[in-house]
């Protein structure tokens, strides 16, 4: 389980995702939008980990987002979902 951002290659965040399978995840982002995706950050958690505790987790990651580019990722934009 765990917390991961898509970054492109200015290193601007591009998604944020929560899943069950980080490795997986990133792996399927490489093979579909390999153009977007040319670095990952990753946050793995304990295997117990509450929902809670990964939704507080990609909250902080995306407000931090917001913060820095002043807008939600792309593709955590209801369009792109």
């Not at 399927?28 to 390999?34: A, F, G, I, P, T």
């Not at 670095?39 to 913060?67: N, R, V, Y």
Request: hydrophobic share 40%.
């Amino acid at each position: 389980k765990g917390v991961y951002a898509v970054l492109d290659e200015s290193q601007t965040v591009r998604y944020i995702g929560i899943t069950r399978k980080v490795a997986s995840c990133i792996e399927l982002h490489r093979r579909d939008v390999s153009a977007l995706t040319k670095f990952i950050k990753f946050h793995i958690t304990a295997p117990d980990a509450s929902k809670e505790e990964l939704q507080g987790l990609w909250k902080a990651w995306m407000q931090d987002a917001i913060e820095l580019t002043g807008g939600i990722p792309d593709g955590n934009m209801r369009d792109h979902i």
